[in-house]
Structure formats: structure tokens, C-alpha cells
């Protein structure tokens, strides 16, 4: 069995260098003729003594320090850090089972929330109801697990951060993609271990013929150590634990045609190095949310559709309403929030004439629309902590399931040989009927008799005199012979298994072709191999033609050209410019917000600003001084001119 205590643990790297006790040493010194060996003696006096007051002496430091190792074993090893076996935390694992105990499969009616956490807080999991009920809830969130392994009936939370009703309000049962990790825990497939208190048994892991670690990811903290693993798609994952079984040297290049990437619950696009995330168990996904533009005569619509996992979709809105408030992200008339259940739309409708890409652009380098997923594929392998590549993954949840399936197949072969025993019994007694009932109906010890005269076995005469008279007279003879071919079948079926791999990894095979045929869906994640470009500044402005106003005085300012209009006879001028005393203006230009700006010094040099880069003002505004815009010191700019590129000479 793939089963570790949390003593067997062995720090990695150096964490813990107090492990060399062991190494024995076969010095003796012999003192008052007794042979104490220096090992033993050295780990006597590091040993607490016990002084006459029953009081154990010890150093502070190293009780601090074996305290501590002890808390932080027990937090990696119990509580954050799933197993690689079958994927699951110990809290998560225990939900589930007691779920099952509680008889809650899909099928039948939920019960409450608060009953289930009572169930795990009080035979299985001794710690507090909150974090038991807060593991339950994600468990069943669409939103946080690509397939979940609970189904919730009330408020179990939502995309904008709403928490979830108390547990006394809720109910929940299990989802029937769980009942898969589940499955065979009854064939003796995984140990059982004594609970906190000693007083029932709770299994070490479940059977895990779902890949949950793969399907559903796992985020857990730890002491010194964390876990970060993405949600991958059930079909995919599927495809390749078949593709690693047909070849167990697969390259990472072909798996990852096979699974290109994770696929988030929430959608969305991605973009990261994939090859260097599955080789190393290490990496970073960007992710974007979706959007599309919905055009009309009068002005654009965008709409988000998806938002990146784990994004808090109401947190997403109030970001995007603090910067159209401030200016940051400009030319958006309306914000509002159309999402309903299961489905997000979030609308941004624009002013006339803009162009949704600057603002979409905008969006992604402000706003957590587009956001990263820092991986880190670290699992408990047989009760160690380790970093785990894509290969090591699916090699693993082979290696776990030839074990158990390996024991399921020990356990129908027993079951079936004793059957079969038991068959083969019924047919004897009622080929010889008279007699055996003659001796249950006289005999003294019908028992010994049966056995002395039949050669019954114990379970054979077990099985005859726990019938009853009119029972045994009417079992059918043609019947019970068939069901002994069958068990003659049977048992050579697992005796065929057991005695060749080849014939379990078919098995495995064709478990995981039936997941995925039962549950498989489409991606809902789209990957950009070609990756997203870096948003840069103009990628943020709409190109379009504007005014840039100078003064004597050194202060530049962008306007809008529709600012300007023509005057009507008898009408009056706008005003361009709120002069400060003496300053006037001293060159206006017409120009491209995407131009070069090239300023010519007293000094003879010539400096360059893209348009954009000179604030945009009002009409009454002066605008900002050019020392500070240019750094310049004791010299004053003495012209301006426009440029599209400098792919042409320009002689002054």
C-alpha cells in the first residue's frame, strides 16, 4: 500500500539536519565492566532527565525546535498539502467519506450542512467547524472547482465574495463524479487507520479512480512551504494517463499535445510557458478575461463574459469604477452589472466615436481582468512533500491504481473461491438431499456428521445449517451450477490479473476512457501559444487628432480638435488658453496622439515626447510647464514640430 505515517517524513534539502542519531557507531568503551555502546549514550544524555519531583529537565532551544518541527509536519502533512494518491487534503478526503457513511449519494435527499460538519468535527477531524464547513462550500462551487465533488442546495457563496449561509440553513450531498473517488473502498483496496480518539477507523486514502488532483487543482499554505495547481480538463487528462499506458516513455512534447494547458472553471485565455510549468512543476500562467465587442451606429458595447480564476467578479467592478471616476480609464459613459446565475456579462458601454480597443487595452494593464496564476505542483508522494512535473503526475496515479486495483482483485478472488466453496457444498448436499436431511433432523452432532460423512468443509456445513429444511428442498440444481461456472470463470479472470500488470493496466485504461466518456466536457479555457503582447502606453490611446498649445512662458497642453469649431457670423470665439500674467501663446500645432513630438532648445539640442505624453487640459487649463515634462534646466524650448516616424532625414 502507498501509505506513510507522518513520522517516516524526511526533510528535503537541508531543512532538517538533526536526522543523523541513527548512524551507528561501533566504538565500545567498557566501564564498571558494562558495554554501552557511544551512539546510545550520546542519545541517553540528549535524552530530558526526570528529577525526583517527577519533573522532566530539558533546553529550551531544543524543545522549541522539536515543538516547531513537530507543528509544521503536522500542518504539511495533515491539513494543506494534498496527497498525490488520490488528490485530496485530509479534510477534503474526510467530508467525503463520512458523506458516504451518512448514505449521502446522489440519489437520494441532501441533509444539512451543519449534520455533515458535526460528522467530520466529531469522529474524524479535530478542528474547528469553520474550516471543515469553509472546505465543504468550495467544494461545492462551481466557480473554484472545474468538477465538484458536492452538490450544495442554498447559499453556498458566489463569484462576487458573498459568503455563504450558515451551516444550519445549508444542506448538501455528494455530486456523482465523487462517488468515483470513492468507489471499491469497501474491497479492502486502502488501510484504515484509527481515528483521534481511537474509537473508529477512517481511511489513509480513498481509492481515487477520479484524477482529482489534476481535475480540481488544490491552494494550500503550509510551514515553510506551499502548493499551487491548476484545474485541468477531465478529457484531456483522461487522454493522456491512456497515452502514458500505452507509453510509459512518452515525451513531455507529445503529452502536451494532449493537454496544452489548464482549463479554469471561470474560462478565460492563457498564456505561459507550458513546457517549462509541466517539466518543472513550476511557472506562471497569465490569465485574461474574455471580452467582445457589440457594435452600433450610435457607439460600442463591451462586454466581459469570463474573468480570470479566482478573480472576485464584484472586486472587478469597483476597480474598473474607480478608474473611469478617476480618469485613469477614459471614454466609458456607463458601467453596470447584467450577470446572472451561472452566466457573467459585465457592460461597458463607450462614448460616441471611441475605439474599444484603447479601453479593452486599459483594462487589462489596470484591472485584474487580466491576472496570473503562479504554479507550483507540490503533493505528498507516500507521505513526503514534492515538486511534481506533468510526467511524475500521471506516472504516479498509475502506480497508484495498479495497487488498487491490484487489492481489488485479491478481494473478489477471496470472495468468489469462498462462494465458490459454498456453491459447491449445496450442489453435494442436494446430490446426496436424503441423507443430509436425514442426519440435520436425527443427528446429535449434525455438524461433525455432515463433515465425517460428506467431507464438508467448515463453511460448506455453515452454510447447509443455516438454511432451512424447506430452503434446501427447493434450491434449484441447474441454477447453482451455473452460478459455479460462473464462479470458475471468475476466479480465473483474477488469477489472470493478478499474475499479469499488463492485464491491470488495461484495466486502468479502460476505467479512465469510461470517466471520460460519463463526465468529459469541452474546454472552457482558450490557450495563446504566441503569448499576449506587452500593453504598452499607446496601446492605451486612441489615435486621433489633436491640438497641442505652447506659451511663451514654457507650458504645453494636448486638446481635443473638436474642441475647436468654426465661428458663425456674429458669434463668439471660444477661449483656447487661461494665460498667467505675461504669458501668451507662442505656437499651436495639429498633430497625432501616436506623433513624435520633437522640442528644439536655446542650447541646440532636440528632445522628442510622443503626443500622448503631454497631459490632456481643458480649455482653461494652462497646461504643464516643460522643464518639468522635458527635465530641462537653464535653457527654454524655442520650437515644436510634429512628426509620424523617423523612417524619412529631416534637414531644419
Known sequence: MAKKKDDDYEEDEGMNEEGNEEESDETQVEQDSDKIQVGESFMKSAEPSKNEKGIFDSEISSEMKKSYLDYAMSVIVSRAIPSIEDGMKPVQRRILYSMQQMGLKPN???????????????????????AVYEAMVRMAQDFSLRY?????????????????????????????????????????????????????????????????????????????MATNIPPHNLREVCDAISAYIENPKITLKELLEVIPGPDFPTGGLIQGDMKELYETGRGKVVIRGKTSVEESKKKDTIVITEIPYMVNKSTLITQIANLVRDKKIKDVSELRDESNKGKIRIILELKKGVNSKFVINALYKY??????FNVNFLALVKGKPRVLGLVDVLENYVEYRKIIIGNRTKFELKKSKLRQEIVGGLLKALDNLDAVIKIIRFGKDSSEELKAKFKFSEIQ?????????????????????????????????????????????????KEVLELKEKYGDPRRTQIFKRGFSEILEKDLVQDKEVVISITDKGYAKRMDVQTYKEQKRGGKGVIGNNFTTGDFTKQILTCSTHDYLMFFTSRGRVLWLKTYDIPESERYGKGKALINLLGLKEERVTKVISVKNFDDFLIM
Open 108 to 130: 437520494t435527499q441532501t441533509k444539512k450542512s451543519a449534520r455533515i460538519v458535526g460528522d467530520v468535527i466529531g469522529k474524524y477531524h479535530p478542528h474547528g467547524d469553520t
Open 148 to 224: 465538484p465533488l458536492v452538490y450544495g442546495q442554498g447559499n453556498f457563496g458566489s463569484i462576487d465574495g458573498d459568503p455563504p449561509a450558515a451551516y444550519r440553513y445549508t444542506e448538501a450531498k455528494m455530486e456523482k463524479v465523487a462517488e468515483e473517488l470513492l468507489e471499491d473502498l469497501e474491497k479492502d483496496t486502502v488501510e484504515f487507520l484509527p481515528n483521534f480518539d481511537n474509537s473508529m477507523q477512517e481511511p489513509a486514502l480513498l481509492p481515487g479512480k477520479l484524477p482529482a488532483l489534476m481535475l480540481n487543482g488544490a491552494t494550500g499554505i503550509a510551514v515553510g
Open 367 to 372: 484591472t485584474r481582468l487580466q491576472d496570473s
Open 461 to 509: 456445513v455453515k452454510s447447509i445449517l443455516e438454511l432451512r429444511l424447506r430452503q434446501l428442498t427447493s434450491l434449484e440444481n441447474d441454477k447453482l451450477k451455473d452460478e459455479f461456472k460462473e464462479l470458475e470463470r471468475r476466479i480465473k479472470e483474477y488469477e489472470k490479473i493478478l499474475g499479469d500488470m499488463n492485464e491491470v493496466l488495461k484495466i486502468i485504461k
